[in-house]
C-alpha cells in the first residue's frame, strides 16, 4: 500500500514531520517498508538561467554556456543539450550533485579544452517524467537560483506500508489517517458525503441471478453528458505517485476512490452495453476481453456482470475491454458492489490476475460504505466531467452485522501486561470508530463495519495495545512451573555449538546446505540405499537424504569458484543419513577447503595450495575444543573411497570405533562432481565421539613451570616403509613420561642410503630437566632408553 504525505494529510489535521508519520506507522502495526523522498534526492539542483551560450571552440554539438544560478557571478557550463539556448531557465546542477538516473556525482572538470562548473539537466536524469532529449525548460518566471524540487512540487514523499491481511480498513488511505489519529498524531477529516439528487430514472435495470452469498448488493447509476478526457493535474500526481497510470478521468475517478477510501469501484461506457445488467455465475463456454487485453476462459463459481451479450466484467476483479471507457465516452454506468471475499480470492488465484480491486475485495471492504462510495463517485463525475445524473437503482441488500464483545476492562493487563486506564481504552477504541457502552468494570464494544477482523476480546485487547504502544509492555520472565525442567543443553547440543565455534575460529565461514542430494552424489559419499531415496522430492537433483556433509560443501565451493571466489573455507553442523531408523541419523561437523585457503597469500612466498595437513590440523582443533583426549586416537592411514588412498585418513579408537576422516578428494570423486582441485575436506560425527566423563578427575592437572633450561636431540630411526611415524612417536614418549614433554617429527626420507623397503624418520626430543641440570651421563641414559623402546614396539633401528 503507497501513499503520499500530501494526500495524508486531506484526512489528517496534523504538523508531524515524515518522520514522525512514519515511526508512528511502525509503532502501531503499519509497518513502514519504505519512504520515496524526490526533495532529499534533488535537494541540490536549483532553477537556473542561461546568459549566453556560444558554439565550443573544439566541438561542433557542444555550447559553453554561462548560466546565472542566482549568485553573484554566473557559472560557465559546458552544455550539448540541442535546445540550450541564451534566455532559457533551466534545472542547474552545482559540482557535487548525485545524478540519480546516472548513479555519478558531479565534478568539475575540463570538455574538450573548455572547464564546466556544473551541468544542465534533462528530465531522464533527474528520474522524473519529461522529455530526455534536450535540458529541461522552465516558465519564464521560474525564480532563479530557488530549489528546483519545491518550486515543481517534488517534495512530496511517497510511503510504502506493508498491511497484515487482516487489517482490510487500512487499505485506504483514510483508513491509514484514521489509525494515526488515534495514536495522537492528529485530528481525523470525514467530511459528510451527501446524496447526490437523481434527475432522471436509471434505463438500465440490475437483476440478481445468483446466490446472495456471492453477490450480497450492486447499485447502479447512470451520469449522461459526460465530457471525458485527461483528468485534472491534481489526481494525475496523485495516482502516478502510488505507482498508478493516468489514463482518464472517468477511469482515474475510481482508481483514486480505491486509494483514498479503500472502495473499488467500476465504470461502463453505456453506450457498449446492451439491454440490462445481470449478476450470475458464468458458464463453462464464457470467455472474457478484459482491460488488460487479455482472454481468459472462464468456468461456472466465477461471478460476472453480463449484459444480451455476455459477461461485460468479471465481478470484484477486473472489466471487460468492450465496454470500457475512453475518451469518446458521453453516458457512463457507475458500479459500486459487494462481492463475497473467497469468491474474489478464488476466480483472481485461477485466471493469474491480481489488480488492486481483487486486492482489497477479498479481505473484505466496509459494506456501509458501499452506497456512499456510488454517491462520492457519482459526485467526482459531475465536477470533473460535467453531466447530470440518474437515481441509483439497486440488486440485494447491504449487509448489517452487528459484532457485539462483552470486554471486563482487566482483559487488557490479563492478556498483555499493559494496564490500560479504562478511559484511556474508551479514548483510543472510540477513535478507531468502536461503540463503547461503559458498564463499571467492564463494556459492551460494537465494532465498527469496517474491521471484520473484530471477533472476540483478543482483538480488541491488540487495538488497545498498538496504539498505545507495543514498546510499553513489560518483559516478565514467566514462572517455572512444577514439574517442569530447568532448561538444558544436552551434551550433543552442547558439542554442536562448541564446534561451530571452534571451525570459525578456525577461519572457515558456516554454510548452510541442503539435507538431499542426487542419488549419484549420495552413492560416490557411500550412501544410495533405496530405503533413503524421497518418495516425493522436490527436485529431481535433492532425491536422496545426504549420507555426508561433503557433497553440499563441495557444491558451495564450486559456485563461489564460478563466481571468481575459488579459495573457499567452509564448514558446516548438521544432520547425515547412514539409514532410515533413527540409529542411522547422525550429527557431523564437516569443513573443506579450496585453492589456497590453507595458506593464503604472501608477497614473501608463492602462494601454497591446500594439503592434507591443513584440514588435519582443523580437525584436531576441532577435537581439542570438543575435550576429546586424542592421546588414545588412531590416525590410520587411508579413508573412504571418495578420498585419496596415500593422501587421507580414518580417526579412530579402534576399529569399530571410527569417529571420522579427513584428506584430500579423490580426482575421479572431483570430477563426478564437476569440481576442480586442490581439494580438502574432512567430516566428524559428533555422536560417536567418547562421553565425557561424568565426573572429574579427582587429581587437578598442575602447570609446572621449570626454572631449568630445556635439552633437545634428534633421533633418525630406520622403519619399515609401512610403519605409521605415530605410533613411533608414542613409543618415543613412552621412554620416560616424566622428562620428556614433546616428541616432534622433523623429515622423513626413502632412497640412496636407505634400505629397499625402509623410511628414515627423524624426531626431535625435547627433555625437560625440574630437580637439576641433567648431565651427559643422564642424557644418556635417557637416549638408550628411547632408542631401545623404539626398536621394541616399532622395530626401528638408530640409523648410521
Known sequence: MKLTLSWLKTHLDTSASLGEVCETLTRIGLEVEGVHDPAALLK?????????????PNADKLQVCSVDIGADAPVQVVCGAPNARAGLRTVFSPPGAYIPARKITIAKGVIR???????????????????????IELAEDAPVGAAYAQWAGLDDPVIEINLTPNRSDAAGIHGIARDLSAAGLGVLKTPDVLPVEGKFACPVSVTRETDARLAPWFGLRLVRGVKNGPSPAWLQERLRAVGLRPINALVDITNFLTFDRGRP???????????????????????????????????????????????????GVMGGEA???DDATTDVLIESALWDPHNIAQTGRKLGIVTDA????????????????????????????????????????????TRIVDFPWSETQRLSGVDVAPAKATMILERLGFAVENLGEGARITAPSWRPDIEGKADLVEEIVRIEGVDNIPSVALPRADGVAAPVLTPLQKRARAARRALAAQGLVEAVTWSFVSAEQAKIFGGGNASLTLANPIASELSDMRPSLLPGLVAAARRNAARGFGDAALFEVGQVFLSDDDKGQKIAAAGLRRGVAGAGRHWSAPARAISVFDVKEDVFALLQALGVAVGGMQVVSGGPAFLHPGRSATLQFGPKAVIGWFGELHPAALAQLDCEGPLAAFEIHLDALPAPKSKPTKTRPKL?????????RDFAFLVDRAARAGDLVKAVQGADKALITSVDVFDIYEGKGVPEGKKSLAVAVTLQPREKTLTDAEIDAVAQKIVAEAEKKVGASLRG
Not at 541540490?44 to 565550443?56: C, K, P
Not at 579544452?113 to 535540458?135: F, K, N, R, T, Y
Not at 609446572?704 to 633437545?712: C, H, N, R, T
Open 704 to 712: 609446572e613451570l621449570s626454572d631449568l633450561q630445556p635439552v633437545s
Open 358 to 401: 481483487r486486492y482489497r475485495f477479498e479481505r473484505g471492504v466496509d459494506p456501509a460504505f458501499a452506497l456512499p462510495g456510488l454517491e462520492l463517485a457519482t459526485q467526482m463525475v459531475l465536477d470533473l466531467c460535467g453531466g447530470e445524473a440518474s437515481s441509483p437503482v439497486f440488486a440485494g441488500a447491504v449487509p448489517h452485522e
Open 44 to 56: 541540490n539542483f536549483s532553477i537556473a538561467r542561461i546568459v549566453t551560450a556560444e558554439r565550443h
Open 265 to 315: 469501484l467500476h465504470v461502463f461506457d453505456a453506450a457498449k452495453v446492451a439491454g440490462n445488467l445481470v449478476l450470475r455465475t458464468a458458464k463453462a463456454d464464457e470467455s472474457l476481453v478484459a482491460l488488460d487485453g487479455k482472454t481468459y476462459a472462464l468456468d461456472d463459481a466465477m461471478v460476472v456482470i453480463a449484459d444480451d451479450r455476455g459477461p461485460e466484467s468479471l465481478a
Open 113 to 135: 579544452g573548455v572547464e564546466s562548473g556544473g551541468m544542465l539537466c534533462s528530465a531522464g536524469e533527474l528520474d522524473i517524467p519529461g522529455d530526455d532529449h534536450g535540458i
Open 323 to 325: 465496454s470500457g471507457c
